[in-house]
């Protein structure tokens, strides 16, 4: 029996076929799902709309993010799920409509939730879902592989996605079922980050510091520097100067002393 969160979910996306779609996944995963798994619980909320206290109720609690947390890492969490959300799969009109009402300030992260909220109100769907299309996927290839392994070899499965499973492995993040995506891509690392930062993932505390300084600080400016100058990009383009300015920003406070 479907739990109701999940339930939910379903008829907001109207039909399990179309939650898969949306969320990137295949629908026979989604069809085994009892419960929605709380690495999807981000994805799913940017999908459907669905709150995630409705969704997962045992992890959120009635609370916008689960366990004590302080406002700085809830709000890491949120930074990094809206980069995963939009870098695992072209949004909808819901999803651009809602990151059109982002909130911001004089901040240059601020203003480049301001530049990207810009965009977002002067799009559509079908624009950015073609241009994430010739960005991420092409005919053959995109113009951007946004992968570790790629980026720090030249190669996509190498050396660096096996240590990073590795270190996943060691801290107990299991690969969720119906991913086709290896974890190096950026919008997976996005989506792992913002679980740690969360304490939505079971994890050794520090957990979140390994990863990005180990697996992501090496590489992921660069990705986000060469979207922002990606010849296909437009409304990415300003996605990728807010993944720029905030990764600097994380860099900056892993450097500070544990």
């Not at 290896?182 to 980050?193: K, N, R, S, Y």
């Amino acid at each position: 029996m479907r739990d109701p969160g999940l339930s939910e979910a379903i008829r907001a996306a109207g039909g399990v076929s179309e939650l898969a779609r949306q969320i990137g996944i295949s629908q026979p995963s989604v069809s085994n799902w009892i419960r929605i798994p709380a690495e999807r619980v981000i994805s799913v909320e940017a999908a459907t709309g669905v709150d995630r206290t409705v969704l997962r109720p045992d992890l959120y609690s009635g609370k916008k993010m689960a366990g004590d947390i302080d406002e700085v890492d809830a709000a890491r969490a949120q930074e990094y799920a809206l980069l995963a959300a939009l870098l695992t799969r072209a949004p909808d009109a819901d999803l651009l409509w809602r990151i059109s009402q982002l909130r911001a300030d004089a901040s240059p992260l601020g203003l480049a939730h301001a530049a990207l909220a810009e965009a977002a109100e002067q799009t559509n769907a079908e624009r950015v879902e073609r241009e994430f299309f010739d960005l991420f996927i092409g005919l053959g290839r995109g113009e951007l592989l946004p992968y570790g392994s790629y980026y720090l070899t030249g190669f996509l499965h190498e050396r660096p996605l096996a240590r990073l499973r590795e270190d996943l492995a060691k801290i107990g993040i299991a690969r969720a079922g119906g991913v086709v995506e290896p974890e190096d891509h950026a919008g997976i690392l996005c989506e792992i980050m913002s679980g740690l930062a969360s304490r939505r993932l079971p994890a050794p505390l520090e957990s979140d510091r390994l990863i990005f300084d180990k697996h992501m600080a090496p590489w992921i400016t660069r990705f986000f520097t060469d979207l922002e100058n990606a010849q296909a990009a437009d409304f990415y383009r300003r996605l990728g100067a807010l993944g720029r300015i905030f990764m600097d920003i994380e860099t900056e406070a892993f450097e500070l002393p544990a």
